[in-house]
């Protein structure tokens, strides 16, 4: 039974006494990747999850598309959810996990500019109005509700233009992760590697003097990879047998979380404790806020400071996006590793041959 209020409240009615609190119980609770024991780390369970973007319904923003909706209330859930995968993705990226938010706190330059992205204006890299007018080429009116799947596709295409965080955000659809399309996404300068190579002969040195022609960031050994895998669990109802592999999902700690929820009502779920999933619900109105003159964000509102939604792991509607963060050390190896991906998600595949460019890549990357 879900444990969440109903989806239209304002944030003047979100206090903590209409949330049920978080269950005093001896079973492990997992929020994305951290592992906690509720009765003695409930403190720090809550200060986790409060640290987590928290993106829901908004109203007074400028008009969409210029004469479109000033308000998401009833359609953006699923893009407010997508904002949240992306959003916790960037704080892994320019922050680390283990970073945390309190209130009052004088906030991190790099904070300020995750949250700028989002901001509810055109010319945000993530906003509502983004991702709304970027649907419609996806084939979605704006104000037409959204499934998994189109706002992964959206969110690739968004995460093209931000430079700073330079993301390379990939969708595996058709049951299948290409492990060598990832090296190509990932690692930009493997191309002109591979063509140095030819020009002189093959060998290491070829491989670096091509990398050597391109950019500083260019020659990153490793592009951030969010990783989404739109999947289903089953026909009208998740299946049994893979409810404790959907559980692993939140074990590992490349989890960014899954989102899915119930038709027309999506939600983010970051974690699980016994039979029950944690998540943060988009369906609460607020307010837009407007930065300050000294483009400082006032940012209250976009934490949940009340004890998390949690929901039956049965009552999860089977078509979901499970979403991973491989960041600057985490590279090929532990995405090769990722059961979850190989138990349900797509498989991993390598085309039958090998390139002599990934031998000389191995090369480079267990000698640094």
């Not at 409060?50 to 000033?70: E, H, Q, V």
């Not at 895998?229 to 899954?258: H, W």
Request: net charge negative; with cysteine.
């Amino acid at each position: 039974m879900a444990v969440c209020l109903a989806a239209t409240l304002t944030y003047d009615t979100l206090r903590f006494g209409e949330f049920e609190d978080f269950p005093e119980t001896s079973e492990p609770v997992w929020i994305l990747g951290k592992n906690y024991n509720a009765l003695t780390e409930k403190e720090d369970i809550l200060s986790d999850i409060t640290s987590r973007l928290w993106f829901t319904y908004r109203k007074n923003f400028p008009p969409i598309g210029g004469t479109g909706p000033t308000s998401d209330t009833g359609w953006g859930c699923m893009l407010r959810c997508g904002q949240m995968i992306l959003g916790e993705a960037l704080l892994c990226r320019h922050l680390g996990r283990d970073w945390r938010w309190a209130q009052g706190q004088k906030p991190r330059e790099e904070y300020i500019s995750i949250l700028n992205a989002f901001i509810d204006k055109k010319d945000s890299y993530y906003s509502i109005h983004q991702i709304a007018q970027m649907g419609v080429g996806e084939g979605k009116p704006i104000g037409q509700w959204y499934g998994p799947n189109t706002v992964a596709q959206v969110l690739k295409k968004l995460a093209v233009f931000d430079t700073w965080s330079r993301l390379v955000v990939h969708v595996a659809m058709d049951n299948t992760v290409v492990i060598e399309e990832i090296k190509r996404l990932c690692m930009p300068w493997l191309d002109a590697a591979e063509s140095a190579e030819a020009a002189v002969g093959g060998g290491v040195n070829g491989c670096l003097e091509g990398a050597c022609a391109l950019s500083e960031e260019e020659t990153a050994l490793w592009r951030p990879l969010v990783l989404l895998i739109p999947l289903r669990l089953g026909l009208s109802d998740i299946n049994e047998a893979y409810i404790e592999t959907l559980k692993q999902c939140f074990m590992l700690p490349q989890s960014l979380g899954v989102i899915g929820g119930k038709p027309n009502s999506a939600h983010y779920f970051i974690g699980y404790v016994g039979e029950e999933l944690i998540y943060l619900d988009p369906h609460t109105t607020q307010p837009a806020v407007e930065p300050c003159e000294d483009g400082q964000v006032p940012d209250d509102t976009y934490h949940c400071q009340h004890p998390p939604c949690r929901m039956h792991i049965c009552e999860l509607d089977p078509s979901i996006a499970a979403h991973r963060f491989y960041g600057l050390n985490d590279q090929l190896t532990e995405l090769l590793k990722d059961e979850f991906t190989q138990n349900v998600g797509p498989p991993t595949k390598h085309p039958d041959h090998i390139h002599d460019a990934s031998v000389c890549l191995d090369h480079i990357c267990t000698s640094i």
